[in-house]
């Protein structure tokens, strides 16, 4: 399968996605939504922390966590140039980085890392080297969340079928992801099926923490850490 070249959708990547999603609302609650769990399962938000978005593509994620994280330094890489270009533009406190050499040279370095919607764009013969690789970035006790499709939901199957970037897409479950994050070293620390209200439902997603449990929210994480 061709993997899909996200230089590509750099400058019309988020109005595809607003257009797939336009009954459900407005995307930008799909950041905002990740980036307060992932300042729940961090905590520590008043320290000064250093922050890897891994994939971060045109930056839609930044701008919130640069906002939970107020006193932390914010870092973003990914493969795709042309869409880190658009990240570096919109994002002028975030420090982007370029190239895997750049990056190795963070190597223990970050103390959270937030992944969102990459691993299905991995190869799944691919993965277990990307994930070992991030965890010579982590720092000791670093803090990793893996945000990812939920391959059970229907409708995000669905959607996923219909999406021109995902057309390399190959779902992985919450149990097969963390297999591999396992395998790399990183510990368990939890992990949650989301997202089972769309943006145009919000004000039910208090429910959503009676629901972690179910398998059917369009969307899981998991959380993971190095540890000493
Ligand atoms: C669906 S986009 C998600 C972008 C961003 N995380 C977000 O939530 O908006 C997937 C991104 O993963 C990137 N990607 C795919 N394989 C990668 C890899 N091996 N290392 C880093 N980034 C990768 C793509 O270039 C693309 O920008």
Known sequence: MKKVNFDEYSKNYDDIMQNQHKKFGDIKYYAEYKIKILSDIVKRRNQKLKILEYGCGTGRNLPYIVEAFRESSVFGFDISKESLEVARQNNKEVKIIETNEELASYNGYFDVIFIAGVYHHIEPSLRDYVTSNIF?????????????????????????STCEFDKDAVLLSK???QSIFFKAGFKDNGSAYTLFFPPVLKAL????????WLPLGGQYYIAVKKSV
């Open 175 to 177: 149990k097969e992801l």
């Open 136 to 160: 010579k970035l982590a720092a000791d006790n670093c803090n990793v969340a893996v945000f990812e499709h939920n391959p059970h939901n229907p409708l995000t199957r669905r959607m996923v």
């Open 205 to 212: 997603s208090f429910l959503e923490r009676f629901l972690k």
